[in-house]
């Protein structure tokens, strides 16, 4: 019964995700990742929630997400709250994250699996400081819903409600 509470976000993030969706395959560059020139990448949480944006180049709305991030003074505070990370979905890479107290080593396609990426593209999971996903994003948000899905994380307000009571979409 409480999954049908979470029919309305999940009905408005396909919505955004059909509308607002690149495709995974739709880039046909392979630039590096702007996390790190290195095959090799770390994710780490730094004692804090973590983001992590799988994107790739020339997708409208990645390219639209990394604006925000970087020009929009809420998103770029909130964000700053937080360590991020851009997984670039077209370029094999091999990430080490935290798991369960220690360490895991996979590959982009190890981690679009553990974190349910399908292939549209911006798609972010947000986790708390622990590495435990809080929230998962399938398509671009505007910048004001954004935030809120930010403060969302930053504050925990997780640990009291659901994401379309705290959106109010409920």
């Known amino acids: 019964m409480k999954a049908v509470k979470y029919i309305p976000f999940f009905v408005f993030l396909t919505v955004f995700l059909i509308i607002n969706g690149c495709s995974k395959g739709s880039s046909k560059s392979s630039q590096s990742s702007s996390n790190e020139n290195s095959s090799v990448v770390r994710i780490e949480t730094h004692n804090k929630p973590t983001m992590l944006i799988f994107d790739v180049q020339g997708c409208t709305y990645c390219q639209k997400l990394r604006n925000d991030l970087k020009n929009n003074p809420g998103v770029k505070k909130l964000a700053g709250e937080m360590s991020v990370y851009r997984i670039d979905a077209a370029r094999e890479k091999t990430y080490i994250i935290p798991h369960n107290g220690k360490t895991l080593k996979t590959d982009t396609k190890g981690l679009e699996y553990i974190y349910g990426f399908r292939g ?27 935030e809120k899905a930010l403060k969302f994380v930053l504050t925990k307000a997780y640990k009291k409600t659901d994401i379309n009571t705290y959106l109010g979409l409920n």
């Open 120 to 146: 549209s593209t911006p798609y972010i999971v947000m986790t708390d400081k622990n590495f435990k996903t809080v929230l998962k994003i399938p398509g671009y948000m505007k910048p004001a819903m954004f």
